[in-house]
């Protein structure tokens, strides 16, 4: 017991030694960074937190905004529409970045909190639903999806594909992209459809899971935002009914609307937004920023 | 000097007891801020919700029963796993391999327990449901049995290293007596030396399932987390939600204070309750084996 102790002390007298040796070095870093010139009380932070599907996007602004303005911190965490919203209502981040629109009774709890998110539209994704590449299946309509999904259609046969089961594949539920596919895909858009998905539906807590799964496994059909598709996946053509055109989703077929499901993507500040934060919001709508936009596979809101 | 050393054991005499009493202190802290955010979901949530067989939370279903289902079956599967290979390593260890073996075994065992299970998590999903998928000619390789070999993988070196400390603190002199009256090597170990250490072995065992049912990383990663009640045992090869994937997935977003909220602390309450017995059974065993032991020597 007593020899536990002295270990647990000796860890201690290093960790305490790391952590001084870390905090000086990082100190000399920062004393020595190369800035503008101005002094380091000027330098602003900006907490940046929500939406997986934005995350790599948001990163990617962040990265390039603070090689203009080294002055500008920028951290930006995932975790989700919900988490990123719930965070800016207690006050904790600067942005919160939100695949979904606010709902009602968050801003209500924002105004109980006394915060106040102000909505910026900063870029519009399309939802692509994927299959194996080896699946025979091309398109879809939007019933058919429906159906896959609450469980009224089990095998691809019953769509003309091979006699193999359907797996299918879902985010978590506090994925803003969940609760989207959920309204606007399985309930149709319907706001008196009540249709769930079915229990057997895999919730897979990360992007990745399901690009995984896909990628692995000619039973699964998934969705995801569009920039998280990548070759080695098949996208299905998507027709909103029957005798409609069906559309492959692409930064051409969301813009002029005729992918039925693209949705847009959302950042909220706390109030209207001033200093560095409104410099920033007002540098996403450049065309500088917006090019990164389509580089990563998301669609722009003004095009350049 | 000596008034230095007396101060000095006494210093260390308080700070053993404070951590002796501070571990009560703190389970009974968890305990009530769990039951504290937990309870009102009885009043918020009607008990035929509670315990129905729909789990959509966003929608306001709150059938915990496909999670509750979702553990058990991962555990139980677990249990298959570890506890023949984990008792069979232990014994190989103690009683067989030769010392050499034994100095390079044991430590390398240690090892694995330490492995973070989000690394054996990322090999589950890359390597092994994919080849359980093709083996099986299942629809899916994210299943119950995919957590549980991995939940396996995590309890064994638990098991093994509690199992052989056990073992090899069975004095040598029971072994020696055995052999004398003529019993084989393998007579020894089955019917001398393994129930010797028994009170051990079930520790080793119980402390394996308790790691087993609270690891939630590697199991969100390949049980597919579908909230579907496993009623027969040929659902081991379907995919499950667990109650601890269930928490880690869905406490991040939730706003506290919701119903939501509370119903996930009723999910820990349940956890916590679960390793509660399992613990008590361990230590009933452990407790009468003693009495039964000293009744013998008497």
Not at chain 2, 84 to 112: C, D, H, N, Q, Y
Not at chain 2, 137 to 158: E, K, M, Q, V, Y
Not at chain 2, 217 to 233: D, F, K, S
Request: glycine share 8%; net charge neutral.
């Amino acid at each position: 017991m007593i020899k536990a102790i002295i270990a647990l002390m000796k860890i201690l007298h290093w960790l305490i030694i790391a952590g001084v040796t870390l905090s000086l070095f990082g100190c000399a870093i920062h004393s020595t960074t190369p800035g503008t010139g101005k002094p380091q009380s000027e330098s602003a932070y900006i907490e940046n937190k929500g939406s997986d599907t934005i995350v790599n996007l948001a990163l990617a602004w962040a990265e390039r905004y603070q090689q203009l303005h080294p002055e500008v911190r920028i951290s930006v965490t995932g975790g989700g529409s919900g988490t990123g919203i719930a965070a800016l209502i207690n006050g904790t981040v600067d942005i919160a970045n939100a695949s979904r629109k606010i709902k009602p009774e968050e801003v209500e709890k924002a105004g109980a909190n006394g915060t106040k998110p102000v909505e910026f539209v900063i870029a519009r994704d399309a939802i692509a639903v994927i299959v194996n590449i080896n699946n025979s299946i091309e398109r879809l309509t939007i019933q058919q999806i429906s159906d896959i999904y609450s469980g009224k259609i089990n095998n691809w046969q019953e769509l003309g594909g091979e006699d193999r089961p359907i797996v299918r594949l879902s985010r978590e539920t506090n994925s803003g992209t969940h609760v989207y596919f959920l309204e606007e895909v399985l309930r149709l858009g319907q706001a008196d459809n009540k249709t769930l998905f079915s229990t057997d539906t895999l919730l897979l807590p990360s992007s990745e899971g399901i690009s995984a799964e896909i990628r692995d496994n000619p039973n699964a059909i998934g969705y995801d935002g569009l920039g998280y598709v990548t070759p080695d996946m098949k996208m299905i053509a998507v027709a909103s009914n029957e005798g409609g055109e069906y559309v492959l989703p692409s930064a051409e077929t969301v813009n002029n609307d005729t992918y039925p499901i693209a949705r847009d993507l959302y950042m909220y500040s706390n109030g209207q937004p001033v200093g560095e934060i409104k410099s920033y919001l007002e540098w996403i709508f450049s065309s500088e920023a917006q090019q990164i936009v389509i580089d990563l596979g998301f669609v722009p809101i003004n095009p350049p | 000097m000596k008034k230095n050393l007396s101060w000095n054991e006494y210093l260390i005499t308080g700070l053993i007891i404070v951590s002796g009493y501070s571990a009560i202190l703190f389970v009974g802290l968890i305990l009530f801020f769990l039951l504290r955010e937990g309870l009102p979901s009885f009043r918020e949530v009607p008990l035929p919700v509670i315990f129905s067989k729909r789990w959509y939370p966003i929608e306001d279903y709150f059938g915990i029963l496909p999670l509750l289902g979702g553990s058990l079956i991962v555990t139980l599967g677990a249990t298959m796993i570890a506890v023949p290979v984990g008792l069979s390593t232990a014994i190989f260890i103690s009683e067989i391999a030769p010392r050499w073996a034994r100095e390079i075994l044991k430590p390398l065992i240690e090892l694995l327990a330490g492995l973070p299970s989000v690394v054996l998590g990322f090999l589950g999903v890359l390597v092994f449901t994919s080849l359980l998928r093709r083996a099986l000619d299942l629809p899916t390789g994210l299943t119950a049995f995919t957590g549980s070999f991995l939940l396996g993988g995590i309890a064994i070196p638990t098991i093994v290293s509690v199992a052989e400390d056990a073992l090899d603190a069975v004095p040598r002199s029971y072994r020696d007596g055995a052999l004398a009256l003529g019993a084989t090597k393998w007579q020894t170990i089955w019917r001398v030396t393994l129930p010797a250490a028994r009170s051990g072995v079930v520790t080793a065992i119980m402390l394996g399932i308790g790691r087993a049912i609270g690891e939630t990383m590697a199991v969100m990663m390949v049980t597919g987390n579908a909230p579907v009640l496993p009623v027969r045992l040929s659902m081991l090869f379907s995919p499950v939600r667990t109650m601890t994937a269930t928490i880690a997935a869905e406490m991040g977003e939730v706003a506290s204070g919701s119903v939501h909220f509370h119903v996930l602390f009723l999910i820990g309450i349940i956890l916590f309750s679960i390793s509660l017995i399992v613990n008590v059974i361990a230590s009933a065993v452990v407790f009468r084996q003693r009495k039964r032991s000293e009744r013998i020597l008497s």
